[in-house]
């Protein structure tokens, strides 16, 4: 039996590196989940190779995740160590190997830092089909704009919802269509 | 007198124009298990395409995760997947505790596989009863019902709640069990074991129920897959699959030393571990026959586990041991973690910044994956059978909307 902690260890991630040259800006393999970062305009092309590859097939993608890294109080913004972005997350498995990958993807929160308009990343809905509707939820509620996805709209939200839930900065809205909010 | 064409009602009959027509099916259609929309566009009777909306739950429970502590957060899975709760409660758990790197106690360990595999047998006697009522059955859901009630009895002695129960939780469970329910449990598994027969002879063997599911919305291997399909979805199409088997070490952990088979078709045959009735020869793997009988299996698999695990929490001495605290701190990083739950795999992923409070909660649902791919099992069928399949794979929206 295949344990997911089998991946560990430099391993196919370096094939990733000489079959895409600077396709993998970061990676972590010792962490709980072990990752790998590309930049946002190589996600298809790393995807698809990770998907076609022989060597390890991740024939299946389990969840797409965008996490906002913003901290919108400014004293404790002060005190954090990072830039504020948008980090998404897709998490990859392989039925055939029984091993996982997760591939992270930097992003800016708003696209030419114009608060309003979206980032833009490339959409994987025509590598895995489960991308589809991960990639519409993370849209819907973290606003961040899948170039090439076939049919962006709002999944879980109304279509008329106006922001985007899970940005770390969202504000309730008070009321919608005359119902009273809180 | 020759009969004018007017006359004659053969004419008349294929002389029918039929127009393509939207028809909604939900959010209230009783079929739909809960407030699912259906959009089909039907040609007379056949479905030429399906669009499922979703959304009429949505609470946004991530958010609410922002906001609270991880064992806060408990309460709210239990409102995910409201018919097996327990086992969401175990999934967070792990998950905030893979990033902890907490472990539990042996006995803490024994007596979670012996909640999670009786909210098992809780959720698929639901799933069981439910896909009768869709078949137009009345009956299989009073006899399915009437077993769960007797689960939701075992589990509100020991936890106090017989559907939302936070039972269990981020370190362990919230208590042990009151004295004598091992015994009672076991009276309900000895009462339980027969009536698997009757489910048999009222849905796998019926006649009409053969008729309705087998070769209908067949999910091949590479669809399943590729849709993120997962549980008796992926497992009824053929796939050797089984997060308590092939998942993280942190969760098969938990079943180490146990023996069970997974429940799937290979070579032909599933395994011979009960008496179970032969396929239908009309039934194809992949299609809502098997995506039933795979829960069907599963049912017995649980019991058996069950009694397992009664077995190895008695022989356990010691304490149960304390849950972490309330406001126990989430070390800075991220973890991810997919449990087998009763729907498939249910996913968690928790981003911790060194507070009590995580930065991220996700929560990756099985049922929404399930949900994607049933415009592509739909396409070309007929409108009886849309709630066929859509039954058959056996969703939740809590879960779908979160």
Redesign the interface.
């Known amino acids: 039996?295949t344990?997911?902690?089998s991946n560990r260890g430099p391993g196919f991630v370096d094939l990733v590196e000489t079959a895409l040259p600077g396709a993998v800006t970061g990676r972590n393999l010792e962490?709980?989940?072990p990752w790998i970062e590309c930049p946002p305009a190589r996600l298809a092309e790393v995807c698809r190779w990770l998907k076609t590859n022989p060597h390890v097939r991740f024939?299946?993608?389990?969840?797409i995740?965008a996490?906002?890294w913003f901290e919108p109080d400014p004293k404790k913004a002060a005190k954090v160590a990072w830039q504020p972005h948008i980090e998404l997350?897709y998490?990859l498995w392989s039925?055939s190997a029984?091993v996982?990958l997760?591939v992270k993807v930097k992003l800016p929160r708003w696209k030419d830092d114009v608060p309003g308009s979206l980032p833009e990343a490339p959409s994987v809905a025509g590598i895995?089909?489960?991308a589809?509707?991960?990639e519409r939820?993370v849209y819907d509620?973290s606003g961040i704009h899948f170039t090439g996805h076939p049919d962006l709209r709002?999944?879980?939200?109304?279509e008329d919802w106006e922001g985007y839930?899970?940005r770390?900065d969202?504000v309730m809205p008070l009321e919608y269509h005359g119902i009273r909010g809180r | 007198m020759a009969l004018s064409i007017d006359d004659d009602p053969r004419i008349i009959e294929f002389d029918v124009r039929t127009d393509e027509m939207l028809v909604n099916m939900g959010p209230q259609h009783p079929s739909t298990h809960g407030v699912l929309r259906l959009v089909l566009r039907t040609d007379g009777e056949v479905v030429s395409e399906i669009e499922p909306h979703v959304g009429y739950l949505h609470r946004c429970a991530e958010k609410i995760g922002e906001n609270l502590t991880a064992r806060q957060w408990i309460p709210y899975t239990d409102r995910m997947d409201y018919l097996a709760a327990m086992n969401m409660n175990l999934g967070w758990a792990l998950a905030v505790e893979k990033l902890m790197r907490l472990e539990v106690s042996e006995k803490a360990r024994h007596l979670r596989v012996l909640i999670a595999e009786m909210g098992r047998i809780a959720s698929h006697l639901v799933g069981m009863g439910a896909y009768g009522l869709d078949l137009g059955t009345f009956s299989p859901f009073l006899y399915a019902f009437r077993e769960r009630e007797k689960i939701l009895d075992l589990f509100e002695e020991a936890c106090g709640a017989r559907l939302t129960y936070s039972y269990i939780t981020v370190g362990g469970l919230t208590a042990d069990l009151p004295p004598g329910w091992l015994r009672r449990c076991e009276a309900f598994l000895d009462q339980f074991a027969p009536v698997i027969a009757e489910y048999h002879a009222l849905l796998t063997t019926n006649a009409i129920f053969v008729k309705r599911t087998a070769g209908i919305g067949v999910l091949s291997r590479e669809l399943a897959i590729d849709y993120g399909c997962s549980g008796p979805v992926l497992r009824g199409s053929g796939v050797d699959q089984d997060l308590r088997r092939d998942g993280e070490s942190i969760y098969t952990s938990m079943y180490d030393g146990y023996a069970f088979e997974v429940a799937v078709q290979k070579d032909g045959r599933y395994p011979r571990d009960h008496a179970y009735p032969a396929v239908p020869t009309d039934a194809v793997l992949g299609d809502c026959w098997h995506r039933f009988f795979v829960r069907m299996l599963e049912v017995v698999q649980s019991m058996d586990l069950v009694r397992q695990a009664i077995d190895r929490y008695s022989a356990c001495r010691g304490p149960l041991g304390e849950p972490a605290k309330l406001t126990e701190k989430i070390p800075a990083g991220d973890a991810y973690l997919e449990t087998e739950c009763p729907k498939g795999q249910m996913g968690f992923y928790v981003v911790g910044d060194g507070s009590p409070i995580p930065w991220r909660a996700r929560a990756r649902s099985s049922s929404f994956s399930n949900l994607s791919v049933v415009a592509e099992l739909c396409r070309g069928c007929l409108i009886a059978d849309v709630p066929a399949i859509v039954g058959s794979l056996d969703i939740v929206m809590g879960e779908i909307d979160r």
């Open positions: 039996m344990s997911r902690e962490a709980l989940d024939d299946a993608l389990e969840c995740t996490v906002d997350v998490h039925t029984r996982s997760v895995w089909r489960t589809d509707w991960h939820e509620l709002r999944i879980l939200c109304p839930p899970l770390r969202y």
